[in-house]
T-cell receptor, first 118, second 115 residues
Framework: AQKITQTQPGMFVQEKEAVTLDCTYD???????LFWYKQPSSGEMIFLIY??????QNATEGRYSLNFQKARKSANLVISASQLGDSAMYFC???????????????FGSGTQLTVLP | GAGVSQSPRYKVAKRGQDVALRCDPI?????LFWYQQALGQGPEFLTY????????KSGLPSDRFFAERPEGSVSTLKIQRTQQEDSAVYLC?????????????FGDGTRLSIL
């Protein structure tokens, strides 16, 4: 089973409008972290926002917010007031904590290509 | 610099050649990860170092892939007898610790093309 599912291969949004990028995840660990990364066409992977499984409130970072619904195992990214520079690939990722000695690597979804229209 | 540095940025090699990819993590970051990203896909885990110890290499696709971090700082990913399916972007990431709340900071990657 996929651990991270991003069902939107591509999304379009008008400049200055808000957009939601979907992410669902699957884990049996009680402790985990959810991350969103942005990857422009130049290739670098830019960390945007983090949500911990025990966090009571949804994470926010500037124009980015994470709509965390634990019971539904979803962690959608909301970008408010879209800008042309937001056009990029967006990846949802999870870091589990299965135990000491494990790598705790990030598991990524397949990504959503966001295009902001002028 | 303050970020993760990878070199070379681009590498073209003929099938069968050996290649070496370098990663210089953020100073003080204990954890170092290598990922492989195929075109149009998300990165996939290759291997993990905690300081100089390689604690997990379960993602390495074959014994042609080898990684080291001898002094707990700079890491090198080596691919021997390269094959066309090795063509991908290789990303290095570092984080301060191992906790699930620790974001990983990525380098710009090395785009490897095998002819």
């Amino acid at each position: 089973a996929q651990k991270i599912t991003q069902t939107q291969p591509g999304m379009f949004v008008q400049e200055k409008e808000a957009v939601t990028l979907d992410c669902t995840y699957d884990t049996s660990d009680p402790s985990y972290g959810l991350f969103w990364y942005k990857q422009p066409s130049s290739g670098e992977m830019i960390f945007l926002i983090y949500q911990g499984s025990y966090d009571q409130q949804n994470a926010t970072e500037g124009r980015y917010s994470l709509n965390f619904q634990k019971a539904r195992k979803s962690a959608n990214l909301v970008i408010s007031a879209s800008q042309l520079g937001d056009s990029a690939m967006y990846f949802c990722a999870m870091r589990e904590a299965p135990g000491w000695g494990s790598a705790r690597q990030l598991t990524f979804g397949s990504g959503t290509q966001l295009t902001v229209l002028p | 610099g303050a970020g993760v540095s990878q070199s070379p940025r681009y590498k073209v090699a003929k099938r069968g050649q050996d290649v070496a990819l370098r990663c210089d993590p953020i100073s003080g970051h204990v954890s170092l990860f290598w990922y492989q990203q195929a075109l149009g896909q998300g990165p996939e885990f290759l291997t993990y170092f905690q300081n100089e110890a390689q604690l997990d290499k379960s993602g390495l696709p074959s014994d042609r892939f080898f990684a080291e971090r001898p002094e707990g700082s700079v890491s090198t990913l080596k691919i021997q007898r390269t094959q066309q399916e090795d063509s991908a972007v290789y990303l290095c990431a570092s984080s301060l610790g191992r906790g699930p709340n620790q974001p990983q900071h990525f380098g710009d990657g090395t785009r490897l093309s095998i002819l």
